[in-house]
Protein backbone atom coordinates (compact mmCIF):
# COMPACT_ATOMS: atom_id res chain seq x y z
CA UNK A 1 0.00 0.00 0.00
CA UNK A 2 1.37 3.20 -1.16
CA UNK A 3 -0.26 5.80 1.11
CA UNK A 4 0.32 6.21 4.97
CA UNK A 5 -2.06 5.58 7.53
CA UNK A 6 -2.26 9.61 7.93
CA UNK A 7 -3.47 9.80 4.46
CA UNK A 8 -6.39 6.91 4.90
CA UNK A 9 -7.47 9.07 7.76
CA UNK A 10 -7.60 12.54 6.06
CA UNK A 11 -9.66 11.10 3.57
CA UNK A 12 -12.15 9.44 5.57
CA UNK A 13 -12.44 12.85 7.32
CA UNK A 14 -13.25 13.75 3.97
CA UNK A 15 -16.28 11.33 3.59
CA UNK A 16 -17.46 12.48 7.16
CA UNK A 17 -16.92 16.29 6.44
CA UNK A 18 -18.83 15.67 2.94
CA UNK A 19 -21.82 13.98 4.75
CA UNK A 20 -21.73 17.35 7.36
CA UNK A 21 -21.86 19.54 4.41
CA UNK A 22 -24.96 17.58 2.58
CA UNK A 23 -26.66 17.06 6.04
CA UNK A 24 -26.30 13.12 4.73
CA UNK A 25 -26.66 10.34 7.05
CA UNK A 26 -24.38 7.53 4.91
CA UNK A 27 -22.99 7.35 1.75
CA UNK A 28 -22.77 4.48 -0.80
CA UNK A 29 -20.10 4.62 -3.37
CA UNK A 30 -19.67 2.28 -6.09
CA UNK A 31 -16.90 1.08 -8.11
CA UNK A 32 -15.55 -0.74 -11.28
CA UNK A 33 -13.12 -2.11 -12.95
CA UNK A 34 -13.09 0.42 -16.29
CA UNK A 35 -11.12 2.78 -17.48
CA UNK A 36 -13.96 5.11 -16.48
CA UNK A 37 -14.73 9.09 -17.02
CA UNK A 38 -14.43 10.50 -13.14
CA UNK A 39 -16.54 8.00 -12.05
CA UNK A 40 -14.48 4.73 -10.60
CA UNK A 41 -11.78 7.18 -8.86
CA UNK A 42 -14.69 7.82 -5.96
CA UNK A 43 -14.51 4.36 -4.98
CA UNK A 44 -10.42 4.03 -4.93
CA UNK A 45 -10.15 7.63 -3.50
CA UNK A 46 -12.33 6.16 -0.16
CA UNK A 47 -10.77 2.73 -0.50
CA UNK A 48 -7.15 2.69 -1.88
CA UNK A 49 -8.55 -0.49 -3.64
CA UNK A 50 -8.23 -1.85 -7.02
CA UNK A 51 -10.51 -3.24 -8.88
CA UNK A 52 -9.67 -5.87 -11.23
CA UNK A 53 -13.14 -7.46 -11.87
CA UNK A 54 -16.74 -6.81 -12.03
CA UNK A 55 -18.12 -3.74 -9.31
CA UNK A 56 -17.17 -3.05 -5.76
CA UNK A 57 -19.32 -1.16 -3.39
CA UNK A 58 -17.90 1.07 -0.05
CA UNK A 59 -20.43 2.17 2.38
CA UNK A 60 -19.22 4.92 5.19
CA UNK A 61 -21.53 5.75 8.41
CA UNK A 62 -20.06 7.96 10.56
CA UNK A 63 -20.83 5.87 13.66
CA UNK A 64 -19.93 2.67 12.28
CA UNK A 65 -16.57 0.96 10.77
CA UNK A 66 -16.43 1.69 6.90
CA UNK A 67 -17.08 -1.76 5.25
CA UNK A 68 -16.20 -3.08 1.43
CA UNK A 69 -18.03 -5.52 -0.67
CA UNK A 70 -16.76 -7.44 -3.03
CA UNK A 71 -17.67 -10.68 -5.25
CA UNK A 72 -15.59 -12.80 -4.39
CA UNK A 73 -13.06 -14.21 -1.62
CA UNK A 74 -10.25 -13.46 -3.40
CA UNK A 75 -11.18 -9.55 -3.98
CA UNK A 76 -11.98 -9.91 -0.59
CA UNK A 77 -8.66 -11.10 0.77
CA UNK A 78 -6.59 -8.30 -1.62
CA UNK A 79 -9.12 -5.87 -0.48
CA UNK A 80 -8.36 -6.61 3.11
CA UNK A 81 -4.29 -6.86 2.80
CA UNK A 82 -3.87 -3.92 0.94
CA UNK A 83 -7.24 -1.22 1.02
CA UNK A 84 -8.05 1.11 3.58
CA UNK A 85 -10.88 -0.38 4.80
CA UNK A 86 -10.63 -3.14 7.71
CA UNK A 87 -14.00 -4.97 7.01
CA UNK A 88 -14.14 -6.15 3.95
CA UNK A 89 -17.16 -8.71 2.98
CA UNK A 90 -17.85 -10.90 0.29
CA UNK A 91 -21.29 -10.56 -1.70
CA UNK A 92 -23.05 -12.41 -4.08
CA UNK A 93 -26.08 -9.72 -4.38
CA UNK A 94 -24.35 -6.28 -3.78
CA UNK A 95 -27.40 -4.16 -3.92
CA UNK A 96 -29.29 -6.56 -1.44
CA UNK A 97 -26.15 -6.39 0.86
CA UNK A 98 -26.07 -2.54 0.95
CA UNK A 99 -29.67 -3.24 1.97
CA UNK A 100 -29.00 -5.75 4.80
CA UNK A 101 -26.27 -3.41 6.26
CA UNK A 102 -28.49 0.02 6.02
CA UNK A 103 -31.33 -2.21 7.66
CA UNK A 104 -28.69 -3.35 10.32
CA UNK A 105 -27.13 -0.06 11.15
CA UNK A 106 -30.92 1.31 11.42
CA UNK A 107 -30.32 3.31 8.29
CA UNK A 108 -34.01 3.43 7.08
CA UNK A 109 -34.69 7.17 6.75
CA UNK A 110 -32.65 10.74 6.31
CA UNK A 111 -30.38 11.45 3.33
CA UNK A 112 -28.01 9.15 1.68
CA UNK A 113 -24.92 9.91 -0.94
CA UNK A 114 -25.16 8.30 -3.78
CA UNK A 115 -23.79 8.68 -7.45
CA UNK A 116 -26.52 8.61 -10.05
CA UNK A 117 -24.84 7.59 -13.13
CA UNK A 118 -22.74 4.49 -11.30
CA UNK A 119 -26.25 3.30 -9.12
CA UNK A 120 -28.57 1.47 -12.05
CA UNK A 121 -32.03 2.06 -12.32
CA UNK A 122 -32.50 -1.70 -11.21
CA UNK A 123 -30.67 -1.05 -7.85
CA UNK A 124 -32.29 2.25 -7.53
CA UNK A 125 -35.66 0.52 -7.63
CA UNK A 126 -34.99 -2.34 -5.25
CA UNK A 127 -33.32 0.55 -2.97
CA UNK A 128 -36.83 2.67 -3.28
CA UNK A 129 -38.63 -0.68 -2.45
CA UNK A 130 -37.34 -0.99 0.70
CA UNK A 131 -36.38 2.21 2.13
CA UNK A 132 -39.20 4.95 0.95
CA UNK A 133 -38.07 7.58 3.52
CA UNK A 134 -34.65 7.57 2.39
CA UNK A 135 -33.99 10.53 -0.17
CA UNK A 136 -31.03 9.55 -2.36
CA UNK A 137 -28.50 12.75 -2.84
CA UNK A 138 -26.30 13.08 -6.00
CA UNK A 139 -22.52 13.14 -4.27
CA UNK A 140 -20.43 12.40 -7.31
CA UNK A 141 -19.47 16.40 -8.01
CA UNK A 142 -18.10 16.85 -4.51
CA UNK A 143 -16.29 14.22 -4.25
CA UNK A 144 -14.54 15.01 -7.51
CA UNK A 145 -13.72 17.98 -6.22
CA UNK A 146 -12.15 16.67 -3.14
CA UNK A 147 -9.77 14.45 -5.17
CA UNK A 148 -8.69 16.78 -6.67
CA UNK A 149 -7.47 19.04 -4.11
CA UNK A 150 -4.18 16.39 -3.42
CA UNK A 151 -2.19 15.53 -0.87
CA UNK A 152 1.96 15.38 -1.13
CA UNK A 153 1.75 11.59 -0.68
CA UNK A 154 -1.00 11.80 -3.74
CA UNK A 155 1.82 14.12 -5.62
CA UNK A 156 4.50 12.06 -5.25
CA UNK A 157 2.78 9.09 -7.19
CA UNK A 158 1.49 11.20 -9.62
CA UNK A 159 5.12 12.19 -10.37
CA UNK A 160 6.26 8.49 -9.89
CA UNK A 161 3.62 7.99 -12.81
CA UNK A 162 4.70 10.59 -14.56
CA UNK A 163 8.40 8.84 -14.73
CA UNK A 164 7.11 5.53 -15.89
CA UNK A 165 4.98 7.58 -19.30
CA UNK A 166 8.55 8.75 -19.69
CA UNK A 167 10.45 5.24 -19.51
CA UNK A 168 7.07 3.85 -21.78
CA UNK A 169 7.54 6.56 -24.42
CA UNK A 170 11.64 5.89 -24.72
CA UNK A 171 11.02 2.42 -24.82
CA UNK A 172 8.61 2.87 -28.14
CA UNK A 173 11.43 5.17 -29.43
CA UNK A 174 13.67 2.32 -28.98
CA UNK A 175 12.04 -0.32 -30.72
CA UNK A 176 10.16 1.90 -34.01
CA UNK A 177 11.47 0.59 -37.04
CA UNK A 178 10.30 -0.63 -40.33
CA UNK A 179 8.62 -3.93 -39.74
CA UNK A 180 8.01 -3.48 -36.76
CA UNK A 181 4.12 -4.37 -35.70
CA UNK A 182 1.95 -1.51 -33.71
CA UNK A 183 1.03 -4.52 -30.83
CA UNK A 184 5.10 -4.75 -30.78
CA UNK A 185 5.48 -0.99 -30.10
CA UNK A 186 2.15 -0.82 -27.65
CA UNK A 187 4.17 -3.85 -25.91
CA UNK A 188 6.89 -2.57 -25.71
CA UNK A 189 5.50 0.86 -23.76
CA UNK A 190 3.93 -2.17 -21.31
CA UNK A 191 6.58 -3.67 -20.26
CA UNK A 192 8.16 -0.39 -19.75
CA UNK A 193 5.87 1.04 -17.73
CA UNK A 194 4.70 -2.28 -15.79
CA UNK A 195 8.31 -3.71 -14.95
CA UNK A 196 8.82 -0.64 -12.63
CA UNK A 197 5.46 -0.72 -10.75
CA UNK A 198 2.20 0.30 -13.28
CA UNK A 199 -1.28 -1.17 -12.68
CA UNK A 200 -2.01 -1.19 -16.48
CA UNK A 201 -1.08 1.05 -19.04
CA UNK A 202 -3.76 2.53 -21.53
CA UNK A 203 -1.92 2.78 -25.28
CA UNK A 204 -3.45 4.30 -28.46
CA UNK A 205 -1.12 4.00 -31.49
CA UNK A 206 -1.78 5.57 -35.03
CA UNK A 207 0.52 4.60 -37.95
CA UNK A 208 0.85 4.93 -41.32
CA UNK A 209 1.30 8.11 -43.97
CA UNK A 210 0.55 10.68 -41.96
CA UNK A 211 -1.23 12.60 -45.13
CA UNK A 212 -2.98 9.01 -45.16
CA UNK A 213 -5.28 9.92 -42.45
CA UNK A 214 -7.89 7.78 -43.52
CA UNK A 215 -5.47 5.20 -41.90
CA UNK A 216 -3.64 7.33 -39.56
CA UNK A 217 -5.88 8.03 -36.11
CA UNK A 218 -5.37 6.85 -33.11
CA UNK A 219 -7.18 3.67 -32.09
CA UNK A 220 -6.38 0.44 -30.68
CA UNK A 221 -3.09 -1.64 -31.84
CA UNK A 222 -3.36 -3.42 -34.40
CA UNK A 223 -0.94 -6.24 -36.11
CA UNK A 224 0.35 -3.82 -39.05
CA UNK A 225 3.42 -3.12 -39.57
CA UNK A 226 5.93 0.05 -39.59
CA UNK A 227 7.42 0.80 -43.10
CA UNK A 228 9.79 3.29 -44.09
CA UNK A 229 8.24 7.00 -44.29
CA UNK A 230 5.65 6.20 -41.81
CA UNK A 231 5.13 8.15 -38.88
CA UNK A 232 3.83 6.77 -35.49
CA UNK A 233 1.74 8.82 -33.10
CA UNK A 234 1.20 7.64 -29.21
CA UNK A 235 -0.93 8.50 -26.41
CA UNK A 236 0.82 6.73 -23.81
CA UNK A 237 -0.93 6.51 -20.09
CA UNK A 238 0.25 4.54 -17.38
CA UNK A 239 -1.56 4.11 -14.34
CA UNK A 240 0.50 3.84 -10.87
CA UNK A 241 -0.77 3.54 -7.46
CA UNK A 242 -4.48 4.30 -8.52
CA UNK A 243 -2.88 7.67 -10.49
CA UNK A 244 -3.26 8.36 -14.19
CA UNK A 245 -0.67 10.59 -16.16
CA UNK A 246 -0.35 10.90 -19.84
CA UNK A 247 2.14 11.85 -22.95
CA UNK A 248 1.23 12.20 -26.62
CA UNK A 249 4.02 12.01 -29.00
CA UNK A 250 4.55 11.54 -32.81
CA UNK A 251 7.70 9.58 -33.91
CA UNK A 252 8.68 9.66 -37.52
CA UNK A 253 10.26 6.41 -39.35
CA UNK A 254 13.28 7.63 -41.83
CA UNK A 255 13.53 11.18 -42.95
CA UNK A 256 9.93 13.12 -42.86
CA UNK A 257 10.21 16.27 -44.67
CA UNK A 258 5.91 17.13 -44.11
CA UNK A 259 6.50 20.96 -43.81
CA UNK A 260 2.91 21.02 -43.16
CA UNK A 261 3.53 18.36 -40.02
CA UNK A 262 6.22 20.31 -38.72
CA UNK A 263 4.18 23.57 -38.99
CA UNK A 264 1.82 21.56 -36.88
CA UNK A 265 3.87 20.34 -34.14
CA UNK A 266 5.10 24.18 -33.65
CA UNK A 267 1.43 25.01 -33.13
CA UNK A 268 0.55 22.81 -30.77
CA UNK A 269 3.60 23.23 -28.57
CA UNK A 270 2.58 27.17 -28.92
CA UNK A 271 -0.66 25.96 -28.16
CA UNK A 272 -0.38 24.77 -24.72
CA UNK A 273 2.44 27.45 -23.69
CA UNK A 274 -0.88 29.79 -24.07
CA UNK A 275 -2.97 27.65 -22.09
CA UNK A 276 -0.01 27.22 -19.42
CA UNK A 277 -0.20 30.88 -18.99
CA UNK A 278 -3.95 30.23 -17.46
CA UNK A 279 -3.09 26.90 -15.66
CA UNK A 280 -3.14 27.86 -12.71
CA UNK A 281 -4.58 28.44 -9.27
CA UNK A 282 -8.28 30.52 -8.93
CA UNK A 283 -8.23 30.38 -12.61
CA UNK A 284 -10.53 27.81 -14.78
CA UNK A 285 -10.38 25.01 -17.08
CA UNK A 286 -12.71 26.97 -19.81
CA UNK A 287 -10.34 30.37 -19.17
CA UNK A 288 -6.75 27.42 -20.32
CA UNK A 289 -9.30 25.93 -23.46
CA UNK A 290 -10.17 30.05 -24.41
CA UNK A 291 -6.56 31.03 -24.81
CA UNK A 292 -5.82 27.81 -26.57
CA UNK A 293 -8.49 28.55 -29.11
CA UNK A 294 -7.05 32.77 -29.07
CA UNK A 295 -3.68 31.63 -29.88
CA UNK A 296 -5.29 29.10 -32.65
CA UNK A 297 -7.13 31.83 -34.23
CA UNK A 298 -4.14 33.43 -35.57
CA UNK A 299 -2.84 30.74 -37.17
CA UNK A 300 -3.76 29.08 -40.36
CA UNK A 301 -5.08 26.04 -38.57
CA UNK A 302 -7.94 25.19 -36.02
CA UNK A 303 -8.13 23.76 -32.83
CA UNK A 304 -10.90 20.96 -32.22
CA UNK A 305 -11.35 18.30 -29.45
CA UNK A 306 -10.24 16.38 -27.59
CA UNK A 307 -7.80 19.55 -25.98
CA UNK A 308 -7.25 17.49 -22.54
CA UNK A 309 -9.04 16.63 -19.72
CA UNK A 310 -8.10 16.17 -15.62
CA UNK A 311 -6.38 13.13 -14.62
CA UNK A 312 -6.10 11.40 -11.40
CA UNK A 313 -7.57 8.25 -10.04
CA UNK A 314 -9.57 8.30 -13.57
CA UNK A 315 -7.55 9.31 -16.78
CA UNK A 316 -10.75 11.50 -18.22
CA UNK A 317 -11.31 12.87 -14.88
CA UNK A 318 -13.23 16.28 -16.71
CA UNK A 319 -12.41 17.55 -19.90
CA UNK A 320 -10.83 20.56 -20.84
CA UNK A 321 -14.17 22.03 -22.50
CA UNK A 322 -15.55 25.28 -22.93
CA UNK A 323 -18.53 25.01 -20.05
CA UNK A 324 -15.83 23.45 -17.56
CA UNK A 325 -15.91 26.25 -15.22
CA UNK A 326 -14.00 24.08 -12.28
CA UNK A 327 -11.75 26.93 -10.64
CA UNK A 328 -8.14 24.82 -10.43
CA UNK A 329 -6.56 24.71 -7.02
CA UNK A 330 -3.14 22.96 -6.19
CA UNK A 331 -2.67 19.43 -6.64
CA UNK A 332 -4.72 19.05 -9.99
CA UNK A 333 -3.30 17.28 -12.44
CA UNK A 334 -4.05 17.83 -16.39
CA UNK A 335 -3.02 16.39 -19.73
CA UNK A 336 -3.37 19.42 -22.07
CA UNK A 337 -2.96 17.53 -25.89
CA UNK A 338 -4.88 19.76 -28.12
CA UNK A 339 -5.62 18.56 -31.56
CA UNK A 340 -4.57 20.58 -34.67
CA UNK A 341 -6.16 20.56 -37.84
CA UNK A 342 -6.29 21.99 -40.72
CA UNK A 343 -9.03 24.45 -42.20
CA UNK A 344 -10.70 21.66 -44.37
CA UNK A 345 -10.03 19.03 -41.18
CA UNK A 346 -8.44 17.02 -43.46
CA UNK A 347 -5.25 16.79 -41.56
CA UNK A 348 -4.63 16.22 -37.74
CA UNK A 349 -1.71 16.51 -35.52
CA UNK A 350 -2.06 15.80 -31.78
CA UNK A 351 0.45 16.42 -28.86
CA UNK A 352 1.12 17.35 -25.17
CA UNK A 353 1.63 16.16 -22.03
CA UNK A 354 0.52 15.94 -18.07
CA UNK A 355 0.71 19.01 -15.88
CA UNK A 356 0.11 19.86 -12.12
CA UNK A 357 -1.07 22.65 -10.86
CA UNK A 358 1.12 24.27 -8.07
CA UNK A 359 0.48 27.27 -5.45
CA UNK A 360 2.50 29.76 -7.52
CA UNK A 361 1.30 28.31 -11.19
CA UNK A 362 2.16 24.51 -12.85
CA UNK A 363 4.73 21.79 -12.77
CA UNK A 364 5.46 19.61 -16.00
CA UNK A 365 5.51 16.33 -14.86
CA UNK A 366 6.34 14.73 -18.31
CA UNK A 367 10.01 15.28 -19.10
CA UNK A 368 9.96 13.33 -22.92
CA UNK A 369 11.46 16.08 -25.70
CA UNK A 370 9.44 18.25 -27.20
CA UNK A 371 11.54 17.48 -30.36
CA UNK A 372 9.60 15.96 -32.90
CA UNK A 373 11.70 12.81 -33.47
CA UNK A 374 12.72 10.61 -36.60
CA UNK A 375 14.20 7.17 -35.98
CA UNK A 376 15.48 4.84 -39.06
Known sequence: MLFSSAEKERRFLAARELLDAEDLHALIVIGDGTVGPGLNGDFRFFTNNRITFHRQVFIYLPSAEAILLAGSDIAVKTARARSFVKDCRVSSDLCGDIINILKEKGMVEGRVGVNYEMLSTEWYLRLRKEFSEIIWVETHPQILEIRNRRSNEEVDVLRKCAELADRAFSAAVEVIKPGVTEHEIAAAIEYAACKDGAE??????????????EQFYLSVPTSRKIEKGDSVAMEISPRYGGYWTQVVRTVNVGENNNREMIKMHEVCKSTIRAGLKLLKPGSTLSAVLQAMY???????????QPVGH?????????????????????????AVHPSICTADGKVMFYWGETYLVTENGNERLIASTDELLTVN
Open 200 to 213: ENFTLIASGKFDDQ
Open 294 to 304: DYVEGTDFNLI
Open 310 to 334: NCGLDLDEAKLTSDNKTILTPGTAI
